[in-house]
């Protein structure tokens, strides 16, 4: 069974600081990794993904993932993190043999001005 | 494309009505996903179709709910009868073909309260 964990319920950072959120994932073969942002009151949006290639993907808004295959991360990072940063951002995997996303418990990151 | 849309946008009902969401993906998209997500249990795959037929309803919770697709462009998600804990937002997603990896888009959610 393909699982992602999310270790912190919360980041918080300063606007301008780099930012990262952490994800974990579990699957049987290889992983197709994803990240989305859910902003208040909204559905989830898409930000990047990795399916194969560079361990270095980016995505939408600045925001950037790096893939660890001996760690089996896929965090998230930004260089500079804005006010408007803020939101819930999920973590998602899914394995070659299985078409559904698993997604993790989310981590609301709260960026101070 | 306007996108994934969901009607109604919120909905309280009282326990033991029934409530139906609907769902249109965009167009194109032969996948079709519904989730649930709550404080509690997150966000949860309920069910999704491949062309408009059912794939993988393990995630539906009991047989209060019923999922149909009977076209490629509307989906419908019951609930009969509606419980109190059945309180959640409810998204719906498409996807065009995942053997590529790609992407699901994501409606904006119904959020359904039973009283």
């Known amino acids: 069974a393909q699982s992602v964990a999310q270790p912190e319920d919360q980041v918080n950072v300063a606007e301008g600081n780099p930012l990262t959120v952490k994800c974990t994932y579990s699957?049987?073969?290889?992983?197709?990794l994803f990240w989305y942002v859910q902003y208040p009151n909204r559905g989830l949006q898409f930000l990047l993904k990795?399916?194969?290639?560079?361990?270095l993907v980016k995505g939408s808004y600045g925001f950037e993932a790096e893939f660890n295959k001996s760690q089996t991360s896929f965090h998230l990072k930004k260089p500079s993190a804005l006010v408007s940063d803020s939101a819930l951002y999920f973590c998602?995997?899914?394995?070659?043999?299985?078409?559904?996303?698993?997604f993790g418990s989310g981590t609301r990151l709260q960026v101070q001005p | 494309d306007a996108g994934v849309i969901q009607s109604p946008r919120h909905e309280v009902t009282e326990m033991g009505q029934e409530v139906t969401l609907r769902c249109k993906p965009i167009?194109?998209?032969?996948?079709l996903f519904w989730y649930r997500q709550t404080m509690m249990r997150g966000l949860e795959l309920l069910i999704y179709f491949n062309n408009n037929v059912p794939i993988d309803d393990s995630g539906m919770p009991e047989d209060r709910f019923s999922a149909k697709m009977p076209n490629a462009s509307f989906s419908t998600l019951k609930i009969q009868p509606s419980e109190p804990r059945d309180s959640a937002v409810y998204f719906c997603?498409?996807?065009?073909?995942?053997?590529?990896?790609?992407?699901?888009?994501f409606g904006p959610g119904t959020r359904l309260t039973v009283l």
């Open positions: 167009s194109g998209h032969d996948y």
């Open positions: 990795y399916i194969t290639g560079d361990n």
């Open positions: 699957v049987s073969g290889n992983p197709y």
């Open positions: 998602a995997v899914r394995d070659t043999g299985r078409r559904a996303l698993t």
């Open positions: 997603a498409s996807s065009f073909p995942l053997a590529g990896g790609n992407e699901q888009f």
